[in-house]
C-alpha cells in the first residue's frame, strides 16, 4: 500500500518523450461536477416552471391558452432534442463529415506530392528534395501544432479512452482545442504519406465531437449532466470512430468494444450500432455525391470468385499466415515499445531531442521517406504507392506470378509498382513487409496523432499476398482434385494476412468482421476467423495489446486482464493479496491521531471504523477531507479567535466589575464560533477550486489532492511549525486573514502550545463528506471474482471485512501484482505460461520502481516541498 | 417487500400450460455445491501428491526416477486437459457433430414423408392422410418423450438460459436427460416439416453439452468446479449454439451475448469467437465430406451481383421493409403471447387440455398440415416446400415477376412451387407470410423443443421478397438513371427483410451479421442495418423481446431493460424507490425476536444489525439459517436434554447424600450437551438434503426454504404446539430421538412454559452463516446506477445504509417497480413512451396479482400445510 503515493508521484514525474501523460483523480471530478450539475439542473426547471406560471396569470384575458401551447411546444421540441438518437444521429453526421473531409484533405495532400514528384523528372536530385521535403514539413507542421495547441492530441487516442471508460477522468482530453489539434494535426500528418493510420485517432475523435455534442446540447437542457450517460455515449462514439473511418458498422462497434470495455453493457450496444451505421451511411453517401462511386459499396472492394472461394487443403496454409502474424503482432509491439524506451532511457539522445522538440519527428519522417523514395531504394518495395493503393493492389483479385515467372504478371494500374525489371515480386514482397514493419513502428512514435491499425492491416496484407502467391507458384492449376481447376487466390490470403496481422496487434478478434466490412465479401470467412484466432492466441501469449502497452508506456491506471485459462487465478483468495495493516481512524479520535495517520500513508482514501476494538467499518474518508480537517484545527482563522476568547477572558477578568455587559461579549464571540462553523462547508475542501477549473493542463497544475510528497515526513517535536506551513498555505484559510481586528501576537512557543492542545481535541467529522458505502469484500473472495468486481465497477479500492469487521484492504497494486504473478500462494510462485519470454519486454518495470525508490529517497532529503521543478520544466520541454 | 413471498408462491402455484416451470434458489445451491467441490478437490490434489511421494520411497532403489517423470508427465497431460481451450474444441466438435446429425436425421425425415406424398398421388385422401399423419405422429412422440423424460427441455431454451446466466440456479436444467430429451425431441419436431427453429434449441443444447463435458472432465480433475468458470463456458456455449447451427461463427457469439447477457465480459470475447469458429468449421466440413458440398461456403449462398448490388434510391423501400418488419415483430411476440395466455385462462379448454396433454399439440399439427397440404390450400403458399427450401427459393437471384407478368418467370427447381397458374405470385406471397404467420406463431407454442427464430426468418425473407417483386415490377428497368441498367434484385430484399424481422422478433441487432454469414454476402450491408435498426426501434417499443415475453409467461426471476433514452430514470433516487420498513435482526435478540420476525416476514434473507439503537449493518442472514436455529432452539432433542438435566437436578435433590458422585453425572450432562452442540453443524442446515439432490424436479419436491408458507400466521398463545408442529417436523431432529433414554414425560402446557422459556433465550450465532458483506448502496443512488449494479452483479437485493447504518432496502421487485413505471416520483407518472399500447399485452399481470390474493387467502385458512396438493396435481397433469 505505501507503494501506491509513489506510483502516483512517479505519474507526475515520469516524463515521457513521446506521449502525453495524465494525472488520475479517479471519478471524483467527475462525481462532485455531477452533482453540482444536477442541482443546476433542477434549480432550472423550477424556474421554467415558474415562468410558464407567470406567462399563464399575466396574459390571462388575451390569448393564453394559445401561448401555453407554444410554450408548450417548445418545451416539447427541446425535451425531444434530449433524446438520445438525436444526438446520435448529430454525433454520426457530424464523424461523417469531418472523416470524408480528412479524407478528402488527404488524397489533396498525397496528390500534391505526386504532382511535384512527376513533375521534377528531370532532375533526380530535385525530385529526392521534393519527396522528401513535403512530408517532413507536414509532419514537423503537424508535430508542433499539436505540441502547442493540445499536447494531449499525440497518439492514437484508443488507449486514453480505454482508460476513460474504465471511469478515469483524463483531463483536457476531451475540450475543443484538442478536437482541433486532432482533426488538423492527422490530417497532415496522414498527408505526409508516412505509414501512420487514422483509425486511433477517429476513435478519439468522435469522443471529442461526443463530448463537445453533448456540452453544446446541454444548453437546451435534457440529460446531457449524467456522468453514467456520457460514459455511454463515449463507448457509442468510440464505435462511431472506427465505422466511419472504414465504413464499417459493425466491425466499429465490436472493435471498440473489444479495445475500450472490459465489461460491456449489452443495452448500450444499439447506440453504437444506430450511431456506426448512421455514420458510416453518410460517409460512403457523401463519395456517391461525389461522383467518386456510382452506389455505396465497401471501402476496398474485391472481386473473389464466390463459388468456390478456397479449397478445404488451403486451411494450413491460413493457419500458418495466422500463427506467423501472431508472432509479427507480438513483435511489433515490442518493438515500438522498445523505441519508446531506448529514446527514453538514452539521456544524451533524450536531452537533445527535448531542446529540439521537432527534431524527432523531421529526423524520422526523413529516414523513411529517403527509404521509399521511388528511384532509390523505393523501387525494390513499391515505395511509390500511397498505403491505400497498396492496399487495393494486394487485395487484387489476379495472380501476380504465376509459376515463377514474373513475366506473365499482367501489371495495369498501380499494380505496376510491384513488378521491377531486375528483381522478383517475391523479394519486393519481402522488401515491402520487413521494411514497412520496422517503419511503421518506428513511425507510430512520433508525437503527431496517428493510429497503427492500418499500416499493420497493409503489412499483413502483403504478408498474405506473399504466402499466397507462394502457393500459386507452388499449386498453378490450384489445390482441388476433382476435376474442374480452381486456380488458387492469393488476394484471399492477403485478406487472411491484413485480418490477422492487425488482430494480433490489437488483441482483437473483429479484425475479421472490419475485413468483411472492408472488401465487401464474406466469402473467407473461415480461413479469416481461424487465422485471426491464432494470430490472437499467439500475439496474447507473448505481448500485451499494443493499447495496453501504450497505456503501461504513459503510466495511465490500468487493471491488467486475467489472460487466456491462468486457472491458478481461480485458487487464489482476497485473504492471500490483502494488506492487513490497514491505516484508520476512528469515530471518536483526536486530531493528533489524524495528523499522524495522515503523515504515515500516502493512501487517497482512508477507512472510518466506529473504533479500534470493535473495527466496524462505517464508510471512508478522503485524504484531502481531512487534510481541510485539520487545516481547519490548527488554522490561523481559529487560532486568531483563540487569541479574541483569550484577550476578552483576560479582559474579563482584569474588569470584571467595571464592564458589566462582558457576558453579552463572550456571548457574540462565541455566536461568532457558531457562525464559523457553519460557513466551514464552503472553505472547506480545498481540491475544489482546483477541480472546478477542469481546462487547465493537469500537467502544469497539479492539485493539492496529486501532490501527497508535500507532507514532509519531519519527526514529531517541530510538527508545530511544520503543520502550520502545510495547511495554513491554502488560499482559504489565507482569504480569512484579514477578518482579525486581533493582532497574531502569539510567538512560535505559544503556537506550538497551542497546536498541541488544538491537537488532543475530538474530531467532528459533521461536516466530513464520508463515503458511507465504500466497497466491501469477504477474505475468501476469489482473485477471479475480485477482479471481475474491479473492473465491473471501476474500483481503485475495496476493503476486506469480516461480519462488518474492518481486516484489510486490496487496491488495484495488490491486484495488479496478484494477476501478474509476482505473488507466491502456498509457496508456488504463480506465473502466467511464457512470462519468462515475456520478462524481456517489461522487466524495465521494475527498473521503473528502483528509480521511483531513488526519487522518493531524493524527495525525502528536500525540505522545499516545490523543489522537484526541474521535472516540470522537463515535462514541458517535452 | 412484503409481496416477495407472495411472488414465489406464484412461481409454485401458477401452472404453465406451455412450457416447463422452474423455482429460484438464487445461487446459494451454486455457491454451497462449490464450496463443496473445492474442498475435495483439495483433498484430492492432496492426496495425489501423497501418492508421488510414496512411490518415491517405494521405489528408491530402482527406476525411481523414471517413475517420477512419468507420473509428472501424466500429471502434466492432466493439467492440460484442464485448460479452456480443449474444453472449448472438444465443445465445439461435439456440437457441430451433433447439429449434423440432427440436420441429417431432418432431412431423411422429411424426405421420408414427401416420398409417402408422392406415392400416394393416385389417390387425394389418401395422400392427405399421409400429409398429415405423419407430422402428427412425429409432434406427438416427440411431446410426449419430452414430457416424460425431461419437461425442461420444451420450448426455445434461450430465456432459461438467460435467467442461469443471471446467476439463477435451475435445476435439472443442464442434465443428461434433458439433453438426450431435447435432442430427439427436436429432431422429430423439426423433421414434421412444422415452422419451427433449431436455434433455440440449439443455445439449450450446447449449454447442456457444455455442463455436461465439464462434469465428464472434472473427472480429470481441474478447474472445473468453479462456478463462475461455469458461467463464462456456457456464455461461450451458447454462443457455440447459435454458431454451429447456421454456421455463423461472427452471428453467433453476437447473438448470444445480445440475447442472454446484460453485461458481457470482454475477456470472455474470445472463448465464444474459438469455440463457435471451431464449431461451425467442423459443421461445414463434415458437409463437404458427406459430398454436399465442394468446399465451405454459406449454408444458404446466394450470388447477388457485386459491382452494382442496390441504388441508394431503393434505400426508402429498404427502410419501410424495416419499419413494417418492427410491427410485424411486436405483433409476433404479442401473438404468441395472446395465444398461450388464451389457452390458459379458458377454464374449460384448460382443464380439458391438462387431461389429454397430447391433444394439444396433435390438433395444432393437424391444423397445420392440413392448411399446408399442396393438393388443397397448399398450392397458394408453396406448401409443399420445406423451410429450408422456401428459404433458398426466397432468397434467388432471379426476379420471379418481371412487368407483373408471371409467364416470364423462369420457374427451375423448387420455385416452380411459387408458380399457380391461376394466381399471381404476390398473392401467393401474401398468403404464405399471412398464414405463416400465426401458424409459426401458434406452432411456438407446442410443448415440444422448438425455436421462432427460423420460422419468423423465413416469413421475413418472404415479405422482402414482396416488397422487392413489387420494386422489380414498379421499374423494371431499375432505378438507376445514367446509363446503364441494373435490375433490381428482389433477392437482396428477402435478405433485408429476413434480417429486420428476425431482429424485431429478439430485440437484436447482430441478425444483420447473421445473415451475412448465412448467405455468404455481405454487399447488402447498409440496407440490412438501416433496416434491422429501425425494426428494432419500432419493435422495442412496442413489444418486450420473444425471450423476455416468455420468461414473463414462465414467471422465470428477470430484470426489465431500461430501454430506449427513458431520461426520467435518471432522476429517481434508491431513497424514492426503497422499503424502509427492514426485517432485522440484531446481534444480541433473543429467540423470540427471530420467531417474531420469522411470522411476519417473507424475506429470503435478513439483516443482521448492532443493535436497534446504532442499527449498524453487520451481514445478512439467510432465513432457512435462523429457521434451524430456532428449530435448534425448540426441537426435541433439546427438550429432552432438559427432561434428563431436569431429572437428573431432581435426583440430585432427593439423593445428595447418598450418592456422592452426583457432580461428575451433572459434568457428563453438561459433556452431552456441548457434544450436542458441537454437532449441531452436521444437523443444522434443514435445506442440505435438498439440495444435494439436484437431478429431482424441483417441480414435484419443494425444498424447506421454497416454502414459507408453511409457517403459519397464528396468534401468540398458542405458537408453542404451533412451534413444535412446525419445526420438529425435520427429518434431522426425529433421527435424534431414538438417543432418549428418559421419555417425553411433558404436558403440552409444559412444552408450552418450557418453550417461552426458550424463546427468552439469546440467540447464539456462532454457527450460523452469515453473509458478512451483502451488497450495500446509498440513498442517493441513481436508479440508471441501481439497475446497472443489479444486473452487473445478479443482484436479488441490496441494503441501503447511510454511514453504516441500515435504513432500507431495495430488491429486484422494488425495481422492477420503479423500472416499469409504477412508481410515482415528485408526482408525476413515469412511463416508458407507448406504454399505453404495451398495456393491452402486460395488463393481465395484474389478474395475476388478484389471483394470488385469493390463493394466499386461502392458504391462510387453511390448516395443513400440506393442503396445496390439488396445484400439484395440476402441474403434474400439464
Given at each position: 500500500?505505501?507503494?501506491?503515493?509513489?506510483?502516483?508521484?512517479?505519474?507526475?514525474?515520469?516524463?515521457?518523450?513521446?506521449?502525453?501523460?495524465?494525472?488520475?483523480?479517479?471519478?471524483?471530478?467527475?462525481?462532485?461536477?455531477?452533482?453540482?450539475?444536477?442541482?443546476?439542473?433542477?434549480?432550472?426547471?423550477?424556474?421554467?416552471?415558474?415562468?410558464?406560471?407567470?406567462?399563464?396569470?399575466?396574459?390571462?384575458?388575451?390569448?393564453?391558452?394559445?401561448?401555453?401551447?407554444?410554450?408548450?411546444?417548445?418545451?416539447?421540441?427541446?425535451?425531444?432534442?434530449?433524446?438520445?438518437?438525436?444526438?446520435?444521429?448529430?454525433?454520426?453526421?457530424?464523424?461523417?463529415?469531418?472523416?470524408?473531409?480528412?479524407?478528402?484533405?488527404?488524397?489533396?495532400?498525397?496528390?500534391?506530392?505526386?504532382?511535384?514528384?512527376?513533375?521534377?523528372?528531370?532532375?533526380?536530385?530535385?525530385?529526392?528534395?521534393?519527396?522528401?521535403?513535403?512530408?517532413?514539413?507536414?509532419?514537423?507542421?503537424?508535430?508542433?501544432?499539436?505540441?502547442?495547441?493540445?499536447?494531449?492530441?499525440?497518439?492514437?487516442?484508443?488507449?486514453?479512452?480505454?482508460?476513460?471508460?474504465?471511469?478515469?477522468?483524463?483531463?483536457?482530453?476531451?475540450?475543443?482545442?484538442?478536437?482541433?489539434?486532432?482533426?488538423?494535426?492527422?490530417?497532415?500528418?496522414?498527408?505526409?504519406?508516412?505509414?501512420?493510420?487514422?483509425?486511433?485517432?477517429?476513435?478519439?475523435?468522435?469522443?471529442?465531437?461526443?463530448?463537445?455534442?453533448?456540452?453544446?446540447?446541454?444548453?437546451?437542457?435534457?440529460?446531457?449532466?449524467?456522468?453514467?450517460?456520457?460514459?455511454?455515449?463515449?463507448?457509442?462514439?468510440?464505435?462511431?470512430?472506427?465505422?466511419?473511418?472504414?465504413?464499417?458498422?459493425?466491425?466499429?462497434?465490436?472493435?471498440?468494444?473489444?479495445?475500450?470495455?472490459?465489461?460491456?453493457?449489452?443495452?448500450?450496444?444499439?447506440?453504437?450500432?444506430?450511431?456506426?451505421?448512421?455514420?458510416?451511411?453518410?460517409?460512403?453517401?457523401?463519395?456517391?455525391?461525389?461522383?467518386?462511386?456510382?452506389?455505396?459499396?465497401?471501402?476496398?472492394?474485391?472481386?473473389?470468385?464466390?463459388?468456390?472461394?478456397?479449397?478445404?487443403?488451403?486451411?494450413?496454409?491460413?493457419?500458418?499466415?495466422?500463427?506467423?502474424?501472431?508472432?509479427?503482432?507480438?513483435?511489433?509491439?515490442?518493438?515500438?515499445?522498445?523505441?519508446?524506451?531506448?529514446?527514453?532511457?538514452?539521456?544524451?539522445?533524450?536531452?537533445?531531442?527535448?531542446?529540439?522538440?521537432?527534431?524527432?519527428?523531421?529526423?524520422?519522417?526523413l529516414l523513411v521517406s529517403t527509404l521509399?523514395?521511388?528511384?532509390?531504394?523505393?523501387?525494390?518495395?513499391?515505395?511509390?504507392?500511397?498505403?491505400?493503393?497498396?492496399?487495393?493492389?494486394?487485395?487484387?483479385?489476379?495472380?501476380?506470378?504465376?509459376?515463377?515467372?514474373?513475366?506473365?504478371?499482367?501489371?495495369?494500374?498501380?499494380?505496376?509498382?510491384?513488378?521491377?525489371?531486375?528483381?522478383?515480386?517475391?523479394?519486393?514482397?519481402?522488401?515491402?513487409?520487413?521494411?514497412?514493419?520496422?517503419?511503421?513502428?518506428?513511425?507510430?512514435?512520433?508525437?503527431?496523432?496517428?493510429?497503427?491499425?492500418?499500416?499493420?492491416?497493409?503489412?499483413?496484407?502483403?504478408?498474405?499476398?506473399?504466402?499466397?502467391?507462394?502457393?500459386?507458384?507452388?499449386?498453378?492449376?490450384?489445390?482441388?482434385?476433382?476435376?474442374?481447376?480452381?486456380?488458387?487466390?492469393?488476394?484471399?490470403?492477403?485478406?487472411?494476412?491484413?485480418?490477422?496481422?492487425?488482430?494480433?496487434?490489437?488483441?482483437?478478434?473483429?479484425?475479421?468482421?472490419?475485413?468483411?466490412?472492408?472488401?465487401?465479401?464474406?466469402?473467407?470467412?473461415?480461413?479469416?476467423?481461424?487465422?485471426?484466432?491464432?494470430?490472437?492466441?499467439?500475439?496474447?501469449?507473448?505481448?500485451?495489446?499494443?493499447?495496453?502497452?501504450?497505456?503501461?508506456?504513459?503510466?495511465?491506471?490500468?487493471?491488467?486482464?486475467?489472460?487466456?485459462?491462468?486457472?491458478?487465478?481461480?485458487?487464489?483468495?482476497?485473504?492471500?493479496?490483502?494488506?492487513?495493516?490497514?491505516?484508520?481512524?476512528?469515530?471518536?479520535?483526536?486530531?493528533?491521531?489524524?495528523?499522524?495517520?495522515?503523515?504515515?500513508?500516502?493512501?487517497?482514501?482512508?477507512?472510518?471504523?466506529?473504533?479500534?476494538?470493535?473495527?466496524?467499518?462505517?464508510?471512508?474518508?478522503?485524504?484531502?477531507?481531512?487534510?481541510?480537517?485539520?487545516?481547519?484545527?490548527?488554522?490561523?482563522?481559529?487560532?486568531?479567535?483563540?487569541?479574541?476568547?483569550?484577550?476578552?477572558?483576560?479582559?474579563?477578568?482584569?474588569?470584571?466589575?467595571?464592564?458589566?455587559?462582558?457576558?453579552?461579549?463572550?456571548?457574540?464571540?462565541?455566536?461568532?464560533v457558531r457562525f464559523q462553523i457553519s460557513?466551514?462547508?464552503?472553505?472547506f475542501s480545498p481540491v475544489r477550486p482546483?477541480?472546478?477549473?477542469?481546462?487547465?493542463?493537469?500537467?502544469?497544475?497539479?492539485?493539492?489532492?496529486?501532490?501527497?510528497?508535500?507532507?514532509?515526513?519531519?519527526?514529531?517535536?517541530?510538527?508545530?511549525?511544520?503543520?502550520?506551513?502545510?495547511?495554513?498555505?491554502?488560499?482559504?484559510?489565507?482569504?480569512?486573514?484579514?477578518?482579525?481586528?486581533?493582532?497574531?501576537?502569539?510567538?512560535?512557543?505559544?503556537?506550538?502550545?497551542?497546536?498541541?492542545?488544538?491537537?488532543?481535541?475530538?474530531?467532528?467529522?459533521?461536516?466530513?463528506?464520508?463515503?458511507?458505502?465504500?466497497?466491501?469484500?469477504?477474505?475468501?473472495?476469489?482473485?477471479?471474482?475480485?477482479?471481475?468486481?474491479?473492473?465491473?465497477?471501476?474500483?481503485?479500492?475495496?476493503?476486506?471485512?469480516?461480519?462488518?469487521?474492518?481486516?484489510?484492504?486490496?487496491?488495484?497494486?495488490?491486484?495488479?501484482?496478484?494477476?501478474?504473478?509476482?505473488?507466491?500462494?502456498?509457496?508456488?510462485?504463480?506465473?502466467?505460461?511464457?512470462?519468462?519470454?515475456?520478462?524481456?519486454?517489461?522487466?524495465?518495470?521494475?527498473?521503473?520502481?528502483?528509480?521511483?525508490?531513488?526519487?522518493?529517497?531524493?524527495?525525502?532529503?528536500?525540505?522545499?516541498?516545490?523543489?522537484?521543478?526541474?521535472?516540470?520544466?522537463?515535462?514541458?520541454?517535452?
Amino acid at each position: 500500500m505505501a507503494g501506491d503515493g509513489s506510483d502516483q508521484r512517479a505519474l507526475q514525474y515520469e516524463q515521457t518523450l513521446m506521449y502525453g501523460r495524465y494525472t488520475q483523480e479517479l471519478g471524483v471530478y467527475a462525481k462532485e461536477e455531477a452533482a453540482r450539475l444536477r442541482e443546476s439542473g433542477q434549480r432550472r426547471s423550477v424556474s421554467e416552471r415558474s415562468r410558464t406560471l407567470d406567462l399563464l396569470e399575466y396574459d390571462k384575458g388575451r390569448c393564453a391558452k394559445c401561448r401555453i401551447c407554444t410554450v408548450r411546444c417548445q418545451k416539447f421540441l427541446i425535451s425531444r432534442v434530449g433524446e438520445d438518437w438525436i444526438f446520435l444521429i448529430l454525433l454520426g453526421l457530424l464523424m461523417a463529415l469531418v472523416s470524408w473531409v480528412v479524407d478528402f484533405c488527404i488524397a489533396i495532400c498525397l496528390q500534391a506530392q505526386k504532382w511535384m514528384y512527376g513533375g521534377l523528372d528531370s532532375n533526380v536530385f530535385l525530385q529526392y528534395l521534393a519527396w522528401v521535403t513535403y512530408p517532413v514539413v507536414l509532419i514537423t507542421f503537424s508535430a508542433g501544432f499539436t505540441q502547442i495547441l493540445a499536447p494531449q492530441a499525440v497518439g492514437s487516442g484508443i488507449p486514453e479512452m480505454k482508460t476513460i471508460l474504465r471511469g478515469v477522468v483524463l483531463k483536457e482530453y476531451l475540450t475543443f482545442k484538442t478536437f482541433v489539434a486532432k482533426v488538423i494535426g492527422l490530417t497532415c500528418a496522414l498527408g505526409s504519406g508516412m505509414p501512420l493510420g487514422k483509425e486511433g485517432p477517429f476513435v478519439h475523435i468522435a469522443s471529442l465531437c461526443a463530448a463537445l455534442l453533448s456540452k453544446f446540447m446541454s444548453l437546451f437542457g435534457g440529460i446531457y449532466e449524467n456522468e453514467s450517460r456520457n460514459i455511454e455515449m463515449l463507448a457509442a462514439a468510440c464505435a462511431v470512430g472506427v465505422g466511419c473511418c472504414f465504413a464499417a458498422p459493425i466491425g466499429g462497434v465490436l472493435f471498440s468494444i473489444e479495445v475500450t470495455s472490459t465489461f460491456f453493457a449489452v443495452r448500450n450496444y444499439w447506440r453504437g450500432f444506430f450511431a456506426a451505421t448512421f455514420s458510416a451511411f453518410i460517409f460512403r453517401v457523401l463519395a456517391v455525391w461525389n461522383r467518386d462511386e456510382e452506389t455505396i459499396t465497401a471501402l476496398f472492394k474485391t472481386r473473389f470468385r464466390l463459388d468456390f472461394p478456397f479449397d478445404l487443403q488451403e486451411l494450413p496454409a491460413f493457419a500458418v499466415i495466422g500463427i506467423a502474424s501472431g508472432f509479427g503482432g507480438a513483435l511489433f509491439v515490442y518493438l515500438n515499445r522498445l523505441i519508446v524506451q531506448f529514446i527514453r532511457k538514452q539521456k544524451a539522445i533524450n536531452r537533445f531531442l527535448m531542446k529540439k522538440r521537432l527534431l524527432y519527428p523531421a529526423l524520422v519522417t526523413l529516414l523513411v521517406s529517403t527509404l521509399t523514395f521511388p528511384p532509390g531504394f523505393g523501387q525494390f518495395m513499391a515505395g511509390k504507392l500511397t498505403q491505400k493503393e497498396s492496399l487495393v493492389t494486394l487485395l487484387d483479385n489476379r495472380t501476380w506470378a504465376k509459376q515463377g515467372i514474373a513475366e506473365e504478371f499482367d501489371y495495369i494500374g498501380h499494380s505496376q509498382a510491384w513488378k521491377h525489371p531486375q528483381v522478383n515480386v517475391f523479394v519486393t514482397l519481402v522488401l515491402f513487409i520487413v521494411m514497412k514493419f520496422w517503419m511503421s513502428a518506428l513511425a507510430t512514435t512520433i508525437p503527431v496523432p496517428c493510429g497503427a491499425f492500418m499500416p499493420v492491416f497493409v503489412i499483413g496484407a502483403a504478408f498474405g499476398r506473399l504466402v499466397g502467391e507462394s502457393m500459386a507458384a507452388w499449386f498453378p492449376d490450384g489445390i482441388h482434385t476433382d476435376g474442374t481447376i480452381y486456380p488458387i487466390v492469393p488476394g484471399g490470403y492477403a485478406v487472411v494476412g491484413a485480418a490477422a496481422l492487425s488482430g494480433a496487434v490489437t488483441h482483437t478478434v473483429s479484425t475479421a468482421v472490419i475485413v468483411f466490412e472492408l472488401t465487401g465479401q464474406i466469402s473467407h470467412i473461415l480461413p479469416v476467423m481461424i487465422a485471426v484466432i491464432l494470430a490472437n492466441a499467439v500475439a496474447q501469449s507473448l505481448q500485451p495489446s499494443l493499447y495496453d502497452s501504450i497505456i503501461r508506456i504513459k503510466k495511465l491506471p490500468y487493471l491488467p486482464e486475467l489472460g487466456w485459462g491462468h486457472h491458478e487465478k481461480y485458487n487464489i483468495r482476497v485473504e492471500d493479496i490483502m494488506v492487513r495493516d490497514v491505516r484508520y481512524i476512528t469515530l471518536n479520535c483526536c486530531y493528533r491521531d489524524l495528523h499522524n495517520v495522515l503523515l504515515t500513508g500516502h493512501l487517497k482514501t482512508l477507512a472510518l471504523v466506529e473504533s479500534a476494538e470493535s473495527m466496524i467499518l462505517l464508510g471512508s474518508i478522503e485524504r484531502a477531507q481531512l487534510q481541510s480537517l485539520l487545516s481547519q484545527q490548527l488554522g490561523r482563522p481559529r487560532r486568531l479567535e483563540y487569541i479574541r476568547e483569550r484577550a476578552v477572558a483576560e479582559k474579563k477578568r482584569l474588569s470584571i466589575v467595571s464592564n458589566p455587559d462582558s457576558e453579552d461579549s463572550s456571548q457574540r464571540v462565541s455566536q461568532e464560533v457558531r457562525f464559523q462553523i457553519s460557513t466551514e462547508e464552503s472553505t472547506f475542501s480545498p481540491v475544489r477550486p482546483v477541480a472546478q477549473k477542469p481546462l487547465k493542463p493537469a500537467l502544469k497544475r497539479p492539485s493539492v489532492v496529486e501532490r501527497p510528497t508535500e507532507i514532509p515526513t519531519s519527526p514529531n517535536d517541530n510538527s508545530g511549525i511544520a503543520l502550520k506551513n502545510l495547511f495554513c498555505a491554502s488560499p482559504d484559510t489565507e482569504g480569512l486573514e484579514d477578518d482579525g481586528d486581533v493582532e497574531d501576537d502569539m510567538t512560535i512557543r505559544e503556537i506550538a502550545e497551542w497546536e498541541e492542545m488544538q491537537l488532543d481535541e475530538q474530531v467532528n467529522f459533521n461536516n466530513c463528506k464520508i463515503d458511507p458505502a465504500p466497497f466491501q469484500l469477504v477474505e475468501r473472495t476469489s482473485l477471479h471474482k475480485t477482479h471481475t468486481i474491479f473492473s465491473l465497477l471501476g474500483l481503485d479500492h475495496a476493503y476486506v471485512t469480516s461480519i462488518g469487521r474492518l481486516i484489510g484492504v486490496v487496491s488495484l497494486k495488490e491486484l495488479r501484482k496478484a494477476i501478474e504473478g509476482s505473488v507466491t500462494v502456498k509457496g508456488v510462485k504463480v506465473r502466467p505460461p511464457l512470462a519468462s519470454f515475456r520478462d524481456s519486454g517489461t522487466s524495465s518495470s521494475e527498473n521503473e520502481a528502483t528509480e521511483l525508490h531513488k526519487l522518493w529517497d531524493r524527495h525525502k532529503s528536500m525540505s522545499l516541498p516545490r523543489e522537484h521543478t526541474p521535472s516540470e520544466s522537463d515535462e514541458k520541454s517535452q
